[in-house]
């Protein structure tokens, strides 16, 4: 009868911060300075082409690959929370970043997801429409190779579509 009293509770995650230091945070190699800006990641779907071209610089240079043998965690975390930034601000529902553990336990549709590392990351969730989304996740089996998206902009826009 109270069975809602048992029910677990969502833990809320703000990464709008940490998406923002996409800009805010940039190396001095002159093309991240140029075009990692406020100005070009202003969280429209069409800014995402600009991760793009920097997660291929990082994964296809000598100076970027030993950055992401450093650092992945970091970049998985930066550019995941951009892009679900984009997608939360361009899909119509009520989707908040929450720990994925809390959600786990709030919703059975967590139960067959399959993440690429055993860390407690965010992901994107939909109370109302009891519907999740892992930008992060995404973004972790990108930069390993394993991705069935050939980019970004690809994933942001179907998952857009699919959600709207």
Known sequence: ???FLNRAKLKKDDLNGIAKLMYQDVSDDSW???NLTKRN???TIESVRYI???TKRLMN???GIELLNKHFDNFVVRIGAYIGEVIKSNI???FYWYESDSVHNYSPNLDDRVYSNTKTQSVLYSKKWDIVIL???VVSQFLKGNSPYSNFLIYVEETIRQNS
């Open 1 to 3: 009868m109270f069975g």
């Open 32 to 34: 991240d300075k140029e």
């Open 41 to 43: 990641l202003d969280f």
């Open 52 to 54: 793009d071209i920097y």
């Open 61 to 63: 240079t000598e100076f």
């Open 92 to 94: 119509k529902h009520d």
């Open 135 to 137: 930008p992060l996740d």
